[in-house]
């Protein structure tokens, strides 16, 4: 048994050790032109242009997690986690990947890993502002390092979660950009294969910068082995199912155009708020997908629902700009892109994401300019609500009053022991909603409709003590989710039936059937102001 165990510990040393070499090799400059461990100091000057220095040039020191302090996880995979760190020389901020050796070799990963450092050497050979940039990558014992650029603003996806969903301006100028990094991918025999906003990063300008080629495709490299590498993506869709082109799924191996149809994903979402292949599992999505069965929800952009109509398209080679040599000009001409700066996108500044609830066929767009303050003044009364709505309040005391505010008390939340212990006891046999609230006191509910860019849920809203704010799918009577409180959360009237609710880290858009959102706006506000009333 001893000898058993002594074998499989030699085995994970021959095969580190196999790991490690590929890896040098793989660095070789001779071999792929590559920038191993050569940070690039632009803060430094780079010579005087004179000969004199040629001589004396010496190849930058290797570089070691030592020379790094590790700060704050900004991001995790299957076999690496991502760190924000900051070189111990010179201050500068980078985010550092690193993959564990043992987790590479158990899920047959070298590969991946290779072509990924591989991948990344020739964009910073061919270099385009709307990638990631790798500055050196090292190695112990146990590890692989990348070290890359920090995008600050982190990745695409939270800020369509955040907003709900992005403006017709937003969705021009991000997929504008997107499309000039596939160009510039594509030019150089790149296909990436797992584009998807999570994979889009955002710099400190709010430029995109692309990330991750671990399952990125090199057309012209030696030896590929492509039906492995092939069945290697079909397993390997966890968490990126929605963006996986038809022809992924199926024997054929990728083209370039498998990143056009994520293009025709990443805009649909980008627009409507969800990705367009939906399902409660991959069987299911993959399903849809095959059969291209999705649908646009009203009020969705003619311009952009043509483009992703042509971009969407079963068969690889009908997908437009799939014939389009030295970039891609059907796509630039199309338009929902027309009159976009090409030349000089990376130098405009990008439009801001805002709150904003796109038009349906019964329902005006709005947007809203609601940004959390750092000291923000308490408050939402009538006077200013009546000043936001540009309408006058109307004091009805109809069915939807408040349910739990007593009279002359000073505050909805205000309710003495006795008189607190005796509601719970009627509502916890009275109203069917008690079980979704953890034995708090509803203080006002109603139906509401929950949109999610284009998309609409019914769903019965509770505001209770504690504060919380559930929200119940009213017909299976199953509890959906709450929306977070915090000091910054605000209620915000946007007419008698709509109102956003705005939190640090997203906004929900609320429409009331019946037409009272002054008073749920009134109720959150008193809830707030009573809770926070210390910190306010």
Known sequence: MRTSRLLKSSLRS???????????????????????????????????????????????????????????????????????????????????????????????????????????????????????KLYCTFQDSDRLYFVMNYASHGELLPYIVKVGSFDEECTRFYTAEILLAIEHL?????????????????????????????SAKCLNEENNDTSNSETSRKSSFVGTAQYVSPEMLSDKSSSPSVDLWALGCIIYQMISGLPPFRAPNEYLIFQKITKLE??????????????????????????????????????????????????????????????????????????????VPDHLEPGLDDKQMTRLLGLALQEDDQEEEIISKPARKSSILDIPPEEMTQRLEEQAKNNPWHKFVQGNLILKHGLVDKRKGLFARR?????????????????????????????????????????????????????????????WCRAIEEVRKATYAQSS
Request: contains cysteine; positive net charge.
């Open 14 to 132: 021959q095969n580190k050790c196999s790991l490690h070499s590929w890896w040098q090799r793989v660095g070789d400059p001779k071999r792929n032109e590559s920038v191993e461990c050569r940070i690039q100091n632009i803060d430094e000057p780079q010579g005087n242009g004179s000969n004199d220095g040629v001589a004396e040039a010496k190849p930058p020191p290797k570089k070691s997690a030592k020379d790094f302090r590790f700060g704050k996880l900004i991001g995790e995979g299957s076999f690496s986690m991502v760190y924000l760190a900051k070189d111990i020389h010179t201050n500068r901020e980078y985010a550092i990947k690193v993959c564990e050796k043992r987790h590479i070799l158990r899920e047959k990963k070298q590969k991946a890993v290779m072509r990924e450092k591989v991948i990344m050497n020739r964009l910073n050979l061919h270099p385009s502002p709307f990638f990631i």
């Open 459 to 519: 769903r019965m809203l509770l505001l209770t003590t504690g504060p919380h704010l559930y929200y119940v799918d009213p017909q299976n009577l199953v509890l959906k989710g709450e929306i977070p409180w915090s000091p910054e959360l605000r209620a915000e009237p946007k007419n008698f039936k709509i109102f956003f609710v705005h939190t640090p880290n997203r906004t929900y858009y609320l429409e009331d059937p019946e037409g009272f959102s002054l008073k």
């Open 294 to 371: 999705y649908e646009f929800p009203d009020g969705f952009s003619v311009a952009a629902k043509d483009l992703v109509q042509k971009l969407l398209v079963l068969e690889p080679s009908q997908r437009l700009g799939s014939q389009d040599t030295n970039g891609y000009p059907s796509i630039r001409n199309h338009p929902f892109l027309k009159n976009m700066p090409w030349e000089r996108l990376h130098e405009c500044t990008p439009p801001r994401i805002l709150p904003y609830l796109p038009g349906t066929s019964s329902n005006e767009e709005l947007r809203s300019q609601y940004q």
């Open 186 to 214: 594509h030019r150089l025999d790149i296909i990436h294969r797992d584009l998807k906003p999570e994979n889009i990063l955002l710099d400190e300008n709010m430029h995109i910068q692309i990330t991750d080629f671990g």
